[in-house]
């Protein structure tokens, strides 16, 4: 049987740098190749092979999955929801464009398994604000949550017609310390931890009461692989998994982090970002995920608070 060979696009981003690194673990150094259009992410540097890849070049793209025997990809380029709102057409392109590279090499090339996630960004101001289940009214208002809603479309497609065997999830607001966030709406809540301990204060972009899905990213990196170890028999949803660990607001985690740093203040500004977050469910139904494959986050927020407080103390 043909050894595992992942090719991970987007390694140096928030998500790829520690889904890289958790895929080493598992599946070994050399059969994880990371790749990016900037350079590699310097906790990547020394752990294993790295190529400079543009995913919207289709030709390169498919020579190197040819060269180097990949046998998975896991895609994690894209533009978010706030960098997306000041390019429409260049999220649109990249988003979507990417991805049918991807399934259309994973198709020729009968790949094993491609990953791509969506985002609780495919809901729209229609959908219900609570609880929101796997399938319901679903109308963005965002060129992100556009692209990624016709991207699970097209998973499906693929799936369906052709067999190739992509997975996804609707990750929510992911929280993390090893690599930054990349231009999303829920990027405040990283940014929050920095300044509490840099300035101990912070003026959030959303409100004191926008609550919204949020998850940290050990849960994420876990939910990812359990996915893509299920057995394709489990996989029932072939758009994409609504997946769930915890909702909190602006004022919520800051009176979390306040009880770490008394003298933390936080103020609020919002600003273009509000009308993104306000399109968007505050919490997520993931029962599908918890039933089908057998979901269930670890951290709430105290736990992401002190896990964060402790390891960006440290660096
Ligand atoms: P990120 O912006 O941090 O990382 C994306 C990476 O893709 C970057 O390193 C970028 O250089 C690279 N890239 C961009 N264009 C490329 C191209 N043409 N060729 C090759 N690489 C290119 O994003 P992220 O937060 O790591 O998100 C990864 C995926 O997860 C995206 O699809 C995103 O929509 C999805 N997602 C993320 C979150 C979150 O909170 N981080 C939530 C929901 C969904
Ligand atoms: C963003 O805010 O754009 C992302 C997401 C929820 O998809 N974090």
């Not at 057995?231 to 660990?245: C, E, G, P, Q």
């Not at 609020?268 to 505050?282: G, L, T, V």
Request: proline share 5%; hydrophobic share 40%.
């Amino acid at each position: 049987m043909m050894k595992d060979k992942i090719l991970v696009i987007g390694a140096s981003g928030q998500i790829g740098v520690e889904l890289t690194l958790a895929l080493r673990r598992i599946y070994g150094n050399a059969q994880v190749v990371a790749s990016d259009l900037r350079e590699e992410n310097d906790l990547l540097k020394g752990t294993g092979p790295y190529v400079s890849l543009d995913v919207m070049n289709k030709e390169m793209l498919h020579v190197q999955v040819i060269r180097q025997n990949i046998t998975q990809i896991y895609l994690l380029a894209a533009i978010l929801s706030a960098t997306g709102e000041k390019n429409p057409g260049l999220a649109w392109h990249l988003n979507t464009q990417s991805l049918l590279n991807v399934l259309d090499i994973a198709r020729e090339e009968q790949l094993q398994k491609v990953y791509w996630p969506s985002s609780i960004a495919v809901f729209g101001p229609t959908s219900p604000r609570q609880n929101c289940p796997q399938q319901t009214i679903i109308e963005p208002v965002t060129v992100y949550g556009i692209s990624k809603y016709a991207g699970e479309f097209w998973c499906n497609y693929y799936n369906r017609r052709f067999g190739v065997d992509v997975r996804s999830l609707r990750y929510p607001g992911l929280i993390s310390y090893k690599s930054s966030p990349g231009g999303g709406t829920t990027d405040y809540a990283v940014e929050i931890f920095n300044e509490a301990l840099e300035e101990k204060k912070y003026t959030s972009f959303l409100s004191a009461g926008t609550s919204l899905p949020m998850m940290y990213m050990p849960d994420a990196i876990r939910a990812t692989i359990e996915l893509m170890e299920a057995s394709a028999a489990n996989i029932a949803v072939r758009t994409s998994y609504n997946l769930a660990a915890i909702s909190f607001s602006p004022a919520e985690i800051a009176a979390e982090i306040k009880k770490h740093i008394p003298g933390f203040a936080i103020t609020y500004e919002p600003d273009y970002r509000q009308a993104i977050a306000d399109s968007w469910p505050q919490s997520i139904d993931d029962s599908a995920a918890r039933k089908d494959w057998g979901w269930k986050h670890e951290y709430d927020l105290p736990g992401i608070t002190a896990d964060m407080l402790l390891n960006l103390r440290q660096e």
